[in-house]
């Protein structure tokens, strides 16, 4: 008597759990073929078939050599050592080279003196916009199409080309830099700097608002 | 006597149902969205993760998941099937937060901090965070998911079950 009234609810339940087993694989089949159509007709979904980090490095390297301070997540200057040995080994691997702040402002007033000089800011377009280096060009590395026709052909002309980010755990910098290696121009004229517009700013000197060369500097030494 | 007491705390429990359902949901909507309109910001922060190395796999995880996320919140906002969506969701969120608990841990030997110090993006939708807050709100997600996959929650469905409601 007592089993006859267990075995119908241990069978429901079973039932029941089966049901909610389909009806999680229905779920995720659907919700998988709504996402990629999402990211199909999204304006800014990515392109499965392209391969963003050309560079092919273990992001988590540095990401772990630059961590964690609460300094560092917090955008200001870290505290710990700079990682700049490991990520100037690194590059050297790739035939990039690293450059400090010190060598950036130099090669800054040098871009001024004469030509051949020349920034590329490989962040995307609002960070361009909120303020870069003066005169630098903007090429987001993830949508180097757009950039190529304006890019590329300064970049040929030029005898040396200072790419950067953010800085710290970025390496947009390093993308941006093997992506034009990868389109031809030597890596000898490629020069990576790594601590990018956050050493920048810190160190107080000019950026430009906006657009290139729109005149609209800012200069945190006032 | 007996009866209303009963009656009160499964006004209760339903109440609480009907809330975690409409929170879980919330949360994934969000989240998700906010990934989906960020996607390449997204697909750097997965590539930390070293899951593959593999572009096109991990273009497919980083593309996808945001909307699939957004989706399960729409199903649960909605209430249709939800235990369905909640044995989804919680069956995601445990990989993901091993993911993120390994990532941490990796971070605070590199750092040498007290591991509740470790503060990262982990590519939850959130932004930077604390890993012990992290770790917190994601059991109390995978807690509401294991909720509603128990069978509560089932007023103002639009379709609690796919086989009827």
Redesign the interface.
């Known amino acids: 008597m007592k089993d006859d009234s267990i075995q119908p609810v241990a069978t429901v339940r079973r039932r029941t759990a089966g049901?909610?087993?389909?009806?999680?694989?229905?779920?995720?089949v659907?919700?998988?073929a709504?996402?990629?159509a999402?990211?199909q007709m999204?304006p800014?979904?990515?392109?499965?078939?392209?391969?963003?980090?050309p560079t092919?490095t273990?992001?988590?390297v540095r990401?772990?050599?630059t961590?964690?301070?609460?300094a560092a997540?917090s955008g200001a200057s870290p505290a710990?050592p700079s990682p700049a040995q490991p990520l100037a080994a690194e590059l050297k691997q790739k035939g990039l080279q690293l450059i400090d702040g010190r060598r950036a402002i130099q090669l800054f007033h040098e871009s001024h003196l004469k030509q051949g000089v020349i920034f590329i800011d490989a962040r995307?377009e609002s960070h361009y916009r909120d303020g870069h280096i003066p005169g630098a060009y903007e090429f987001d590395p993830?949508h180097p199409e757009k950039y190529f026709p304006a890019v590329l052909p300064v970049c040929r002309a030029a005898k040396q080309i200072v790419v950067y980010c953010n800085g710290g755990d970025c390496d947009d910098s390093e993308t941006a830099a093997l992506l034009l290696r990868d389109v031809g121009i030597p890596n000898q004229k490629l020069f990576v700097y790594g601590d990018g517009i956050t050493e920048w700013t810190n160190n107080r000197l000019p950026i430009e608002i906006g657009a290139r060369n729109n005149e609209n500097l800012r200069n945190l030494k006032q | 006597m007996k009866d209303g007491q009963s009656s009160r705390n499964r006004l209760i429990a339903d109440t609480f149902s009907i809330l975690a359902r409409w929170l879980l949901g919330a949360a994934f909507l969000y989240l998700g969205l906010n990934k989906?309109?960020?996607?390449?910001e997204f697909?750097?922060l997965t590539?930390?993760?070293?899951i593959t190395?593999d572009?096109?796999l991990l273009?497919?995880i980083?593309?996808?998941?945001?909307?699939?996320e957004?989706?399960?919140g729409l199903?649960l906002l909605a209430g249709v099937?939800v235990?369905?969506?909640a044995?989804?969701l919680a069956?995601m969120l445990v990989p993901f937060t091993l993911l993120v608990l390994h990532?941490a841990l990796?971070?605070?030997a590199?750092?040498h901090?007290p591991f509740c110090?470790?503060?990262?993006d982990c590519g939850c939708g959130a932004g930077?965070e604390f890993i012990c807050r992290k770790l917190l709100e994601n059991f109390v997600l995978f807690a509401l998911s294991v909720w509603l996959?128990a069978g509560r929650g089932r007023r103002f469905c639009a379709r609690y079950?796919?086989?009827g409601c």
């Open positions: 049901g909610v087993l389909l009806e999680a694989v229905l779920v995720a659907i919700g998988m709504f996402a990629f999402a990211n999204s800014c979904g990515l392109v499965l078939a392209r391969n963003y980090f092919g273990n992001n988590s990401a772990v050599a961590a964690i301070s609460p997540t710990s995307d993830y | 989906a309109f960020n996607p390449i697909l750097k590539r930390q993760y070293d190395q572009a096109l273009n497919s980083a593309a996808a998941l945001p909307w699939f957004a989706f399960c199903l099937a235990r369905g969506t044995l989804t069956v990532r990796l971070l605070q590199a750092s901090i110090a470790v503060s990262f930077v996959l079950s796919l086989a």
